[in-house]
Each structure stands twice: as structure tokens, then as C-alpha cells.
């Protein structure tokens, strides 16, 4: 069974702060893997990663992934107190494209 | 970017009766669109993929007669909660997927809070 898992499930951090979130993955048909934001309301897209170890960055953002050890990174630097949310961790599979995803990582930056 | 419109974003329905969510995508034609539902402190589990013109695919343990789902065209896809019980209060969240486009992030609707009662 296709299954994305994401540690840790819960973080709590001060601003300033370095955090690095995992996503480890086992997929059938992988196609690529996608690391979303979610506070309130629906997930907001942050990275596509398709290739291994190829950097993405946007802003203090950054993810990475490694498809020989089929895990994924997201490193998010310098947190603030708008960082705190849920960061989920989705595969795309090759077949139909449907995404699976982890459980969430729960951050909270501290004032 | 690409925008996916859900509606309603909030809705609370009586036990019994069905409720209807529109899922609409704004400025591109989606042959594909998923549904997800998700409860407190979770994560997004796929119910079924939406075809255009074709009927949906259902993930396991998902009852296809009650979550009955209809993607009539290239913008549209609704699902339909049927016979709705307290059980089935969640947030239930769709996403689109552009036609004929590869390798894209999917983008996803606001959601909608289903508070049976």
C-alpha cells in the first residue's frame, strides 16, 4: 500500500529559529512530490519536486528530494510567527495522478 | 495562477438531508478533479477522482452511493453528501488538475465545512 509519511507531527519553535521537516515516502508509481502550507482553510502550494537533489528555494523556503532514499525535505529558516501552520507532504503517482498524503507536520513559531 | 472555486465554504445541514458542493475551476479546463476529506487534526484522504464525462473512481471504503459525485464539464464537478449523518461533518476539499498540462501542482478549492447536525 502507497503510504507518505511525515515526522515530526507536531513542532513548536521560536522565531529565529531553523526548522527541517521530513517526509519519507513509499510509492508505487512515483511522479513527484509536493509540500503544501495549510492554515485555516484549504493547502497552499510551496514546491513540485521531481529530480533528485535538486534544490528548490523560495525565500527562506527550501525543499529537496532524494528518490534513491525516497525522502523529501522542507527547511524553512529564520521562522516567523506566519510560518505556524500545517506543512503537508503529498505524492503524486504516476497513474491517474491522484496525490497521497502524509499526516502534516504541525508547526508553531513562538513570538 | 490557476483558480479553483468551492461552494459553499460553510454549511450545516440536518441529519438525513443531502447537501451539494460545487467545485469549479475559474480560468482553466479540468479533465480531472479529486475529492478529499479531512477531519480535525488529519490530513487529506482522497474519496474519488472526478472524470470529465465519465464516472468517478471511488477510493476504498468510500460508499459511491452516498458521496455521489458528477463532473458534467470541463469546469464543473460537484459531490453530493446523501443522506448526511454527524458522522460525515468534516472538511471536504476538491482539487483540479489543468487539462492537458503535465507535471503541475494541483490547485485546490477553499473547502467546506460540513456540520451535520
Known amino acids: 500500500e502507497d503510504k507518505v509519511v511525515q515526522s515530526p507531527l507536531s513542532l513548536v519553535v521560536h522565531e529565529g529559529d531553523t526548522v527541517t521537516l521530513n517526509c519519507s515516502y513509499e510509492?508505487?508509481?512515483?511522479?513527484?512530490l509536493l509540500w503544501y502550507k495549510q492554515e485555516k482553510k484549504a493547502p497552499t502550494f510551496l514546491f513540485m519536486l521531481t529530480s533528485s537533489g535538486i534544490e528548490k528555494k523560495s525565500g527562506r523556503l527550501s525543499s529537496i528530494l532524494d528518490k534513491k532514499e525516497l525522502f523529501s525535505i522542507l527547511n524553512i529558516t529564520a521562522t516567523q510567527t506566519g510560518d505556524s501552520a500545517v506543512y503537508l507532504c503529498a505524492v503524486r503517482d504516476n497513474q491517474g495522478g491522484k496525490l497521497i498524503f502524509g499526516q502534516g507536520t504541525e508547526l508553531s513559531v513562538k513570538p | 495562477g490557476a483558480v479553483v472555486s468551492q461552494h459553499p465554504s460553510r454549511v450545516i445541514c440536518k441529519s438525513g438531508t443531502s447537501v451539494k458542493i460545487e467545485c469549479r475551476s475559474l480560468d482553466f479546463q479540468a479533465t480531472t478533479m479529486f475529492w478529499y476529506r479531512q477531519f480535525p487534526k488529519q490530513s487529506l484522504m482522497l474519496m474519488a477522482t472526478?472524470?470529465?464525462?465519465?464516472?468517478?473512481?471511488?477510493e476504498q471504503g468510500v460508499e459511491k452511493d452516498k458521496f455521489l459525485i458528477n463532473h458534467a464539464s470541463l469546469t464543473l464537478s460537484t459531490l453530493t453528501v446523501t443522506s448526511a449523518h454527524p458522522e460525515d461533518s468534516s472538511f471536504y476539499i476538491c482539487?483540479?488538475?489543468?487539462?492537458?498540462?503535465?507535471?503541475?501542482?494541483?490547485?485546490f478549492g477553499q473547502g467546506t465545512r460540513l456540520t451535520v447536525v
Open positions: 510509492v508505487t508509481n512515483f511522479r513527484s
Open positions: 472526478s472524470n470529465e464525462g465519465s464516472k468517478a473512481t471511488y
Open positions: 482539487s483540479a488538475r489543468e487539462q492537458g498540462v503535465r507535471l503541475t501542482e494541483a490547485f
